[in-house]
T-cell receptor
Framework: AQKITQTQPGMFVQEKEAVTLDCTYDTSDQSYGLFWYKQPSSGEMIFLIYQGSYDEQNATEGRYSLNFQKARKSANLVISASQLGDSAMYFCAMRAKETSGSRLTFGEGTQLTVNP | SAVISQKPSRDICQRGTSLTIQCQVDSQVTMMFWYRQQPGQSLTLIAT?????????ESGFVIDKFPISRPNLTFSTLTVSNMSPEDSSIYLC????????FGQGTRLTVV
């Protein structure tokens, strides 16, 4: 069984600063994928970034980067130069197999608040 | 990237009634997924919808309560049947072969 753990229920950051949201995972699969999503108060799930278990380079997408440490089974999201619009709930998720499409296991989420 | 359209975006329903949620993908996908997000909680997978076969339900979810249709490779519906206030949640559909994309969600309130 797969498990995702997000230990930070809430995080605060000052505008323009960087913030790291923690995510650890547990799986016995050799091939898996890790995702981060942003959920604003409207409820939609916005895809941010993806990291495959065999990817040697850490994934980056604009201001988002994923700090992937396979031996530690961690996949932390780093948001650089925080903006007020980054205030939202952030979910880490895992897909067990490459062929599983969007069959994901989610963590409990971290509520990020960006202060002006 | 896949664009997923979901409707309705929100609804308020009377207990005992049923609501059907529609999900349309802008490209053909083999599998579509339905999730539930109860208030203040994370997402939980309800079922996997495959075209041409019955949906596969996760533990704790049954077809009588959450019937799913998948008539083609771009469309699926989820029905929430005989609703009670405990069914008040956000329901989301998802698709994607590699990356996983979501519809905008249906915020359901049962009164």
């Amino acid at each position: 069984a797969q498990k995702i753990t997000q230990t930070q229920p809430g995080m605060f950051v000052q505008e323009k600063e960087a913030v790291t949201l923690d995510c650890t995972y547990d799986t016995s699969d050799q091939s898996y994928g890790l995702f981060w999503y942003k959920q604003p108060s409207s409820g939609e799930m916005i895809f941010l970034i993806y990291q495959g278990s065999y990817d040697e380079q850490n994934a980056t997408e604009g201001r988002y980067s994923l700090n992937f440490q396979k031996a530690r089974k961690s996949a932390n999201l780093v948001i650089s130069a925080s903006q007020l619009g980054d205030s939202a709930m952030y979910f880490c998720a895992m897909r067990a197999k490459e062929t599983s499409g969007s069959r994901l296991t989610f963590g409990e989420g971290t509520q990020l608040t960006v202060n002006p | 990237s896949a664009v997923i359209s979901q409707k309705p975006s929100r609804d308020i329903c009377q207990r005992g009634t049923s609501l059907t949620i529609q999900c349309q993908v802008d490209s053909q996908v083999t599998m579509m997924f339905w999730y539930r997000q109860q208030p203040g909680q994370s997402l939980t997978l309800i079922a996997t919808a495959n075209q041409g076969s019955e949906a596969t339900y996760e533990s704790g979810f049954v077809i009588d309560k959450f019937p799913i249709s998948r008539p083609n490779l771009t469309f699926s519906t989820l029905t929430v049947s005989n609703m009670s206030p405990e069914d008040s949640s956000i329901y989301l559909c998802s698709a994607g072969t590699f990356e996983a994309f979501f519809g905008q969600g249906t915020r359901l309130t049962v009164v």
